[in-house]
């Protein structure tokens, strides 16, 4: 389908929303061949094809349906896999070995085969079969906590940051697992849980728990681990309108009082040093917000990165999707649905020669790449095809 | 060393000269088995002063901040900004197959060191930039750290309350996705080099790993132009919901099975007019969910934390409660799983849990794992084994600040 640098290499893609289908997208992206399974009955929701959402996550992709709950379809697959490179799944741990379509199974056909299990818990221990969603796992991992302006008014994320966090780690352990295999003739099974990934974006203070027994709370966005100060979000003029600001040295701190015009409190003794800046923290950042109330973001933005502090507009949706920068660096590339029309998206942000990956194009209808697969790929007849079509196997 | 074969990417050497952006990226690719070498600047990289630490008072060889996102290296030191370094590192360059960066734009151009000077005597090379906006475009000067990366990446606008100022998400979040998205851009390279035998320049943005990052936000703005807003303990959605319970809070589904919900709270005589007819259309429910979160939250607070999950889990809800850092360390999945690997630190007379990486592979990898080096710690191994430096050498390059 394209020509990016995993061309040649063939996925068979059973996840659904969203991990999953993100760590495929990537696959996509560079050129990988993924047939993503799906039946009427499961092409719902968030996997209707149709859909923004699913034009969103299933760019690059090839749509095929079987019903795995008839015996054939199970049959079926053990075809594809003996052509595929990598089977990716992220159902519930009792699913693939309830269809016997386990790891154990499909290297039978195919004995290099990598396949990728991701599930909430993994696939071992006493919580595998947990259901979890991905703010369910921000919970349980301590960053919902953590991002807090408070111990009593937990907020977290604003969305599901687990999902794609996982999907990142899942295509880089399916290409760390292709090295392998391309040096070992070998293939392998990876168990790899969305829960652990979430753990590990805490690491510093999981070890800062545990070695320095000591009790963590949260502390908003102020800086913890860094003597940044001034340092968190302050509100413009404008509806909504906010920026950042983090000053790390007393050479930005002379700075911000230049970009300020030395305002009399900046001379002011319990603000003279980093340390005493810190202590009276509060009282410095409301002068700051005196300030920063008479100017819009972008203006302050743009002052204070000239005198060379850290500073950033915080950004919404439109502002993203208008934002000069990214739109200078191609951020948004249009594709063409055959339903939704013109859509845009946002490019991979792994940039390298462009070449490398390949022609685009939007999600896949439902089962559009049934023609082509069960028929250019695994040589079945109009008849053979049509009869499974009937008994609604393919479907 | 048995492991080394068995393992994913033994054989891949990467210098590593990120600082705290891009850290994590090297050392996914050293947990694997690859060869990392970092290289920081005579006295040691800048975030090895970023807490937490181990102790106090702060001490640069005890930051955990550092030891967390350099694992499993060797460290030297060497100064870019001398000739002579830049010399020594030149030798280094063609002896390994990446190197990642996380200088402003155009700082190794102004050293002669860009790409194409490094790539002359090694085409294979492939080059990692890790920076906040990238190395073009009008904002690629700018200044970056988490929080700008965070809010310019829109993260912030839509996490935290209404009321409150828009929320950081805690930790580094944009280097960690940052990290990720290198790492497998480098895997790919790799794999493009295999058959052009020619190496590239990644370019990775911050503001773009987050954005990227983004869920829903994004795309209900590109295809229904809706402004996702900050929603404070209620998800987008509006389907999920931070209640307190007896003993803290809980993330609790709100409309999933909402007919074993209600008989659940019924059995306990607290369902009170969530019993009635209209609120099993969903519709309905929607346009009364103030009210439906006051009832659940009257039931919930009559449970502990650890209830509410059990048996919440045995009719299939998925519900967790908000726990702290300090409960994370006791999960029994995570123990179940090894999921923490112990680490020696001798220096700090003990060993200590890190936690580790969230995949398994059938293979049987190494599950030993290297502190981060002291600052300088494998200078003479890769000075003088590797390149062949005399032991007069290192003393003359020292005492010019070289290494």
């Known amino acids: 389908m394209n020509q990016g640098v995993l061309n040649g290499l063939r996925v068979l893609d059973f996840t659904r929303v969203l991990a999953g289908p993100y760590a495929t997208r990537i696959l996509g992206d560079f050129g990988a061949e993924v047939i993503k399974v799906q039946s009427k009955k499961t092409a719902e929701g968030a996997e209707s094809n149709a859909t923004g959402y699913f034009n969103h996550w299933h760019r690059n992709k090839r749509s095929i349906t079987l019903d795995m ?161 001034p340092y968190g979000c302050y509100q413009c003029a404008g509806i909504d309108r906010w920026c950042v600001i983090a000053v790390f040295d007393e050479g930005e ?143 | 060393m048995k492991d080394q074969k068995e393992n994913l990417l033994p054989g891949i050497r990467i210098l590593d000269l990120a600082d705290e952006k891009a850290s994590f990226c090297s050392r996914l690719l050293a947990d694997l088995g690859a060869d990392v070498v970092k290289i920081e600047r005579p006295g040691g990289d800048p975030s090895r002063r970023t807490g937490p630490f181990f102790g106090d008072p702060p001490h640069p060889e005890r930051s955990l901040f550092f030891n967390y996102h350099n694992t499993n290296k060797r460290g030297i030191t060497l100064n870019l900004e001398n000739r002579v370094g830049r010399e020594i590192f030149l030798r280094l360059v063609k002896r390994s197959d990446v190197v990642l960066e996380t200088f402003p734009p155009g700082y190794l151009r102004n050293l002669g060191l860009d790409f194409e000077v490094l790539r002359e005597g090694n085409p294979g090379l492939i080059m990692a930039s890790v920076t906040g906006f990238g190395q073009e475009g009008p904002r690629s000067k700018y200044k970056s750290c988490d929080i700008v990366a965070s809010a310019f990446g829109g993260q912030m606008y839509v996490s935290g309350s209404p009321v409150t100022p828009p929320l950081k998400p805690f930790g580094e979040q944009s280097y960690y996705a940052a990290s990720l998205f290198a790492a497998i851009g480098i895997l790919l390279v790799l794999r493009k080099r295999k058959e052009t035998g020619k190496g590239e320049h990644l370019d990775i943005s911050l503001q773009e790993a987050v954005a990227s990052t983004l869920e829903h936000v994004m795309i209900r703005y590109l295809y229904e132009k809706i402004v996702s807003k900050r929603r404070g303990n209620i998800h987008w959605s509006n389907a999920i919901c931070i209640l307190a319970c007896k003993d803290g809070f809980m993330v609790i589904t709100l409309f999933q099975q909402w007919e074993t919900l209600v008989e659940w709270m019924d059995s306990e005589g607290m369902a009170e007019d969530l019993r009635e007819e209209k609120y099993r259309e969903e519709e309905y429910r929607f346009r009364n969910l103030d009210h439906i979160i006051e009832v659940i939250q009257r039931w919930t607070k009559t449970h502990t934390k650890n209830e509410l999950f059990e048996s919440g889990q045995l009719m299939r809800f998925p519900w967790a409660p908000v726990v702290s850092p300090e409960e994370v360390l006791e999960n029994p999945q995570l123990k179940a799983r090894r999921f923490f690997i112990d680490v020696e630190h001798p220096e700090m007379s003990t060993s200590v849990k890190y936690p580790g990486v969230p995949y398994q592979f059938s293979t049987s990898l190494p599950n030993k794992w290297k502190r981060a080096p002291f600052t300088g710690e494998d200078n003479i191994q890769i000075y003088t084994e590797e390149l062949g430096l005399s032991e007069e050498d290192l003393r003359r390059l020292s005492s010019m600040k070289v290494i």
């Open chain 1, 69 to 229: 709950s008839y015996p054939e379809a199970k049959g079926i697959v053990l075809e594809l896999v003996k052509i595929s490179d990598l089977v990716i799944e992220n159902f519930s741990p009792r699913v693939m070995s309830n269809w016997g379509l386990d790891y154990e199974r499909l290297k039978e056909v195919k004995p290099d085969l990598i396949m990728l299990s991701m599930s909430a818990m993994g696939q071992k221990g006493p919580w595998k079969d947990d259901v979890a969603y991905g703010p369910t796992l921000q919970a349980l991992s301590g960053l919902t906590y953590l991002t807090s302006p408070t111990k009593e008014t937990p907020m977290g994320i604003g969305y599901a940051y687990a999902d794609p966090i996982t999907g990142l780690y899942a295509a880089f352990a399916a290409l760390s697992a292709l090295e392998y295999r391309d040096r070992t003739g070998k293939g392998l099974y990876i168990d790899l849980s969305e829960y652990e990934g979430v753990c590990s974006l805490i690491g510093p203070t999981l070890l800062d728990s545990s070695l320095n027994h000591r009790n963590i709370f949260p502390q908003g966005n102020r800086s913890v681990d860094l003597p940044a100060v």
């Open chain 1, 253 to 395: 701190w002379g700075s911000l009082c230049r970009v300020l015009g030395h305002p009399e409190w900046t001379k002011e003794e319990r603000f003279s040093t980093l340390s005493k800046r810190k202590e009276n923290e509060e009282e410095l950042n409301k002068f700051i917000e005196q300030w920063t109330l008479q100017h819009t973001p972008e203006e302050l933005v743009n002052l204070l990165q000239k005198a060379g502090i850290s500073a950033g507009v915080v950004q919404n949706a439109e502002d993203l999707a208008t934002d000069p920068h990214l739109i200078s660096r191609d951020f948004f590339v249009q594709l063409e649905h055959p339903v939704l029309g013109k859509t845009v998206s946002d490019t991979s942000p792994i940039r390298f020669d462009e070449g490398s990956r390949g022609e685009w194009k939007a999600a896949p209808l439902l089962g559009e790449g049934n023609h082509y697969v069960f028929k250019e790929l695994l040589g079945f007849t109009e008849d053979k095809l049509s009869s499974y079509v009937e008994r609604g196997i393919i479907g």
